[in-house]
């Protein structure tokens, strides 16, 4: 493929640039700073909410620590503050090194770096004060709107000025983020304007639908995938197994995935036939999902010891396994069988965990891991602790997800059998006091990592030094 | 195609997108255009203003505060009231919103797990047409119950000290405390108490079958109304 490529590239500089006029590092690590910071208030959100339910909320009435406002601080911050910002780091780690050519312009890079900062802190502030958009995933108050969709073209002409020069097919991975900037400033703009300003009732529902599922699968999961074509085979030093099997996936993905969103609202006054064709093609996304997760372990296929040795392969792989596992569960429970029972009970929670935390926030840790030594120059501090922060996500990740979508189940039944409300939230209490300590124990590793980043840093300023 | 720049950006980037975009965005909207989009005057109904004249009767002093004096004409003074109700509706909607409450309270009926036993009809398309439904508060979880049946189900002081406290009315409720919707205390409901138990009691106020649970005697507000414009 490389080498394919270097030949009908006719564009590609005689002699190779170096790293250094290649990534600006530093604006990485600032982005995955900020990505952590962002990430421990999303977990504070969180455990408000979780302490709330389980009746042991220390704050409970007062105003600005609302555990309802700070729910949508816990979902917007991870998708907006973490995510976002994590995501952004790795493109600029990423896309160079790959088109072997610098960003548009380092001062655009450093704008937006500050005018998404201010998106996010706008939004968190803006909720904290009662302001949000009654738009799951978009609560951002309506006036910063218009920002971050600026924010967001700015980003993808930044990154798409060193696309463009490269001529003759692209590799795998910036298939997913050619098509990664387009769609994600597509489904901002018609999830956070449509409902709002033009349509109402049942059709707001299904853009609704279409915007948090878009979000999930048309901004998170094409950054992620690219982000695995780009670095397992670096990783594991050979090619992705099947260059076929990349190619459905992509175009598997880019079809179906766009075309699920009311599944979110199955049995809505949203037309029928509607709603069906949502359930269809969001099983044939599984298909196509199945054929992604096959390829990367058809390339893992021999290199087994690499899972253990090898700890961010070992992030990256469990983060595909709870993909796996996540997308199997995703296409029952788009069944109608299991919506009449399921939905709107904490099985759709655990869902949502499993995939944002699970799947795409491991993933980013453990490129994290493999690229925070790079940028400071020096090995971690303590591989021990390293162990500790996967240990802890995984299994607190795997606890918190399990424990979900089985008190869902009895939340589920319960409804159904006419229990009075009570007994719902009653037979809720252990599922969610476990809830909270896996919640704990996840919170725990951040901290190990954290605490792990520090000391690595102070080294490499002693060794600067 | 597959791997160029152009057809990832136009076939998959633009074409695939619009298409669904298409088929499952504006084929609803298509689909609903002959039931045009009520306004928030459009939706006050002689239910919700006898919840809301209640309101006044109830705590005359906060409602004096926030809405002022009705005028003593009859016709001006039912006017009146629905304009303060249309005000209410709107900011009990920003503060339903603002709050959360969408987040752990969903408002529709399924036609499925015995949901309209539990809380009557199932939900139709023409409930939503409307400005309060911008985007629309359908709601995907459920740790409370649904409330798109809600109104006239409990009465606006149950609503009041349920808001200041929850676990006084329904003990083992998880839902937080929002002492900020009153001026101290739950028989001082402010601007914004008032305006969200308005928004609740609208809640499938528009349905003949409202409400739903408890014994009902009809609204006597749209008469007297009518005869006070009669009498002028």
């Given at each position: 493929m490389a080498d394919e490529n270097s030949k009908t590239d006719e564009s590609t500089p005689a002699t190779l640039p170096t790293h250094e006029e290649l990534v600006d590092e530093r604006l990485v690590a600032w982005y995955f700073l900020a990505a952590l910071a962002y990430l421990f208030i999303s977990m504070s959100g969180g455990f408000l909410m979780a302490f709330q339910l389980i009746k042991h909320n220390p704050l409970n009435g007062i105003e600005i620590f609302s555990p309802g406002r700070w729910r949508m601080v816990h979902t917007n911050a991870i998708a907006y503050g973490f995510l976002a910002n994590a995501f952004l780091g790795m493109l600029h780690w990423v896309i160079p090194r790959l088109t072997l050519r610098p960003v548009l312009d380092r001062r655009l890079s450093l704008f937006i770096f500050c005018a998404w900062q201010f998106v996010v802190v706008a939004t968190a502030v803006g909720l904290l004060l009662g302001q949000a958009q009654g738009l799951e995933w978009g609560e951002t108050p309506v006036w910063i709107d218009p920002v971050a969709q600026l924010g967001l073209l700015l980003v993808a002409i930044n990154f798409m000025a060193p696309i463009m020069k490269q001529k003759g097919p692209m590799y795998v991975t910036l298939w997913y983020f050619v098509a990664a900037f387009i769609w994600t400033f597509l489904t901002y703009a018609m999830g956070n304007f449509v409902p709002e300003y033009f349509v109402s009732g049942s059709s707001a529902g299904a853009v609704g639908g279409l915007f948090i599922h878009d979000l999930v699968g048309l901004f998170v999961t094409p950054l992620g995938w690219g982000m695995m074509y780009y670095f397992v085979p670096i990783l594991l030093k050979k090619p992705i197994w099947s260059h076929g099997l990349s190619l459905v996936g992509f175009w598997g993905l880019a079809f179906f995935y766009p075309l699920q969103g009311i599944h979110h609202f199955l049995y809505t006054p949203i037309p029928m036939f509607l709603q069906y064709g949502a359930i269809m093609s969001t099983i044939a996304v599984e298909l196509v999902v199945l054929t992604v997760v096959i390829n990367f372990f058809g390339t893992l296929w021999g290199d087994g010891r690499q899972f253990w040795d090898n700890l961010p392969i070992r992030w990256f792989y469990t983060g595909m396994v709870y993909y796996f596992l996540t997308c199997l569960q995703c296409s029952l429970q788009v069944t109608l069988t299991f919506q009449a029972l399921i939905?709107?009970?904490?099985w759709v929670v655990g869902h949502a965990h499993l995939v944002m935390f699970g799947v795409f926030s491991m993933w980013l840790l453990g490129v994290m891991t493999y690229l925070f030594p790079r940028l400071l120059k020096q090995e971690w501090y303590s591989q021990t602790l390293c162990e500790w922060h996967y240990w802890l996500s995984a299994g607190g990740m795997l606890v918190m997800a399990s424990d979900l979508i089985l008190g869902g189940l009895f939340q589920g039944w319960s409804w159904a059998a006419l229990q009075p409300w009570d007994a719902s939230v009653e037979i809720s209490q252990p599922f969610w006091a476990v809830r909270v300590v896996s919640g704990l124990a996840i919170f725990g590793g951040q901290l190990a990592f954290v605490y792990n980043l520090y000391k690595t840093w102070q080294l490499s300023r002693v060794r600067l030094s | 195609m597959f791997e160029s720049k152009s057809g990832v950006f136009f076939v998959a980037g633009l074409a695939f997108f619009g298409f669904a975009f298409l088929s499952n965005a504006l084929v609803p909207a298509m689909m609903y255009r002959d039931l045009p989009e009520k306004t928030v005057e459009e939706l006050v109904n002689p239910n919700l203003r006898y919840q809301f004249e209640d309101l006044a009767q109830r705590y005359p002093e906060s409602f004096k505060k926030v809405y002022g004096t009705p005028p003593e004409e009859t016709g001006a003074r039912s006017e009146w009231y629905d304009t303060k109700i249309a005000e209410a509706l709107r900011l009990g909607r920003k503060v339903y919103v603002g709050e959360a409450c969408w987040h752990c309270h969903s408002q529709f009926v399924r036609p499925v797990s015995n949901e309209d036993l539990r809380w009557g009809p199932v939900s139709t398309s023409g409930e939503y047409q409307n400005e309060l439904q911008r985007p629309v508060m359908f709601g995907t979880r459920r740790v409370g119950p649904d409330l798109c049946r809600e109104g006239g189900r409990r009465s606006n002081d149950w609503h009041a000290v349920h808001f200041f406290k929850p676990t006084d009315l329904s003990e083992g409720s998880p839902m937080p405390q929002y002492p900020w919707f009153f001026d101290g205390s739950p028989d001082k409901p402010n601007d914004r108490g008032l305006a969200i138990i308005t928004y609740i009691q609208w809640l499938g106020s528009w349905l003949e079958s409202y409400p739903y649970y408890e014994d009902f005697v009809k609204s006597p507000v749209a008469e007297i109304s009518l005869e006070g414009d009669a009498a002028e």
């Open positions: 939905h709107f009970t904490d | -």
